[in-house]
Nanobody
Framework: QLQLVESGGGLVQPGGSLRLSCAASGLAFEYYAIGWFRQAPGKEREAVSC????????NYADSVKGRLTLSRDNAKNTVYLQMNSLKTEDTAVYYC???????????????WGQGTQVTVSS
C-alpha cells in the first residue's frame, strides 16, 4: 500500500503552465503504475494520464494530448505531470492514484492522494 501526496497546483492564466507532483511513501513504488485523474465541480472523476511502473508506457486522454507530459523518478518515489498550454476547462482537483497497471477506471485504483486544486482563469 502506498501513501500518495499531490502538490504543485495553483492559479494560472490560460496558456500558462504548472507541474504537479505525486510523492509516494511505502514499499515497492517502482512496481506501481500511477494514474492522474481530475474532477471538476458537478462532474465525474475522469482519467487524465497514466504511466507504467517502469515509465515505459504513458497514456493520455484525448483532451490533454500534446499539452501534458507524465514522467516518473523511481529513485525519488515521485511522478511528475507537466501541464502546458492550460485551458479554462482544465480547472479541477487533480488526484494521483496507484495500481498494478494503468486503467482509466477510478475504481480500479486502491490508493489515492488528497488532491491538488488547479484553477485556470484570467
Amino acid at each position: 500500500q502506498l501513501q500518495l501526496v499531490e502538490s504543485g497546483g495553483g492559479l494560472v492564466q490560460p496558456g500558462g503552465s504548472l507541474r504537479l507532483s505525486c510523492a509516494a511513501s511505502g514499499l515497492a513504488f517502482e512496481y506501481y503504475a500511477i494514474g492522474w485523474f481530475r474532477q471538476a465541480p458537478g462532474k465525474e472523476r475522469e482519467a487524465v494520464s497514466c504511466i507504467s511502473s517502469k515509465g515505459a508506457i504513458t497514456n493520455y486522454a484525448d483532451s490533454v494530448k500534446g499539452r501534458l507530459t507524465l514522467s516518473r523518478d523511481n529513485a525519488k518515489n515521485t511522478v511528475y505531470l507537466q501541464m502546458n498550454s492550460l485551458k479554462t476547462e482544465d480547472t479541477a482537483v487533480y488526484y494521483c492514484a496507484a495500481d498494478n497497471i494503468c486503467s482509466d477506471l477510478p475504481y480500479r485504483y486502491d490508493d489515492w492522494g488528497q488532491g491538488t486544486q488547479v484553477t485556470v482563469s484570467s
